[in-house]
């Protein structure tokens, strides 16, 4: 089973960059497809950005041209930079993993990592 690990978030002030990354496990990081959701305080979860085995990617408009989606296949490790962050981008950001192509269904989404929490302040 693909084990996902997250780390890189923090506390930043707004217009500050972070990037996280997640580092997984397993055999079947090389055929999946990798996402980043974050989830705010009341708020359902949201998929943020996703990048398919081939490098395909997918981003929410609120993060178009702020936040890049990565992934290095040597490492098995997946990225998110975020730049000009706003109030708005704070969440706990998660790591989810899926095999095969990138769809936007967030229950297609089987492993995930912890979570690591983003705050930007105002």
């Known amino acids: 089973q693909v084990q996902l690990i997250e780390s890189g978030g923090g506390l930043v002030q707004t217009g500050g960059s972070l990037r996280l990354s997640c580092a997984a496990s397993a055999r079947t990081f090389s055929r999946s497809t990798m996402g980043w959701f974050r989830q705010a305080p009341g708020k359902e979860r949201e998929i943020v950005a996703a990048i398919s085995w081939t490098g395909y990617t997918y981003y929410t408009d609120s993060v178009k041209g702020r936040f890049t989606i990565s992934r290095d296949n040597t490492k098995n490790t997946v990225y998110l930079q975020m730049n000009s962050l706003k109030p708005e981008d704070t969440a706990v950001y998660y790591c989810?993993?899926?095999?095969?192509?990138?769809?936007?269904?967030?229950?297609?989404?089987?492993?995930w990592g912890q979570g690591t929490q983003v705050t930007v302040s105002s």
């Open positions: 989810a993993a899926k095999p095969g192509t990138l769809v936007l269904h967030i229950p297609a989404y089987d492993t």
